[in-house]
């Protein structure tokens, strides 16, 4: 028994800090390795939990960021965060969702789900097809980065 409650624990960090921003599954799949998990596991756990939590920003990050941008507490750091996203943004508004995919797609700090959900909830691209196009990209950080773990890319 308290070998299964160690290895849901295990599971729920890489979860976890696969919906982390910053963090998501450029870390969460080293982390999940590190403790002991197989490759696959951690990467398997890594993008359902991130495309899972794209489809959650993506439908409610539009309204939490509006209804948040008209108080006087929180509108200087929603401005904020909607002019740091959209400085990232080139490559989305010239091609759109191959655009967000790529933007995804390369595994480094800051070009993850969370800064593609607010680029994708500014530009006001359609939330079905962006989270097709944020999924596959979710699946190709998560390959390269397990590439790199395997060094395969190096």
């Known amino acids: 028994m308290g070998n299964f409650l160690a290895s849901i624990k295990k599971e729920l960090l890489v979860i976890f800090f696969s919906m982390v921003p910053v963090f998501e599954l450029r870390g969460a799949i080293p982390l999940g390795i590190s403790l002991g998990l197989s490759p696959l596991h951690s990467w398997v756990l890594s993008v359902i939990s991130n495309i899972l939590m794209a489809g959650f920003l993506l439908k409610l990050l539009n309204p939490i960021m509006n209804y948040f941008e008209k108080t006087r507490l929180f509108k200087s750091t929603i401005g904020w965060v909607k002019t740091r996203s959209m400085k990232k943004a080139a490559t989305i508004k010239k091609y759109s969702l191959i655009g967000l995919f790529f933007f995804v797609a390369i595994p480094i700090p800051t070009t993850g789900v969370w800064t ?35 060094g395969i890319f190096i």
């Open 116 to 150: 593609a959900s607010v680029i994708a909830s500014i530009l006001n691209l359609d939330i079905k097809k962006s989270l097709i196009s944020m999924g596959l990209g979710v699946v190709a950080a998560a390959s390269i980065v397990l590439g790199l773990y395997y």
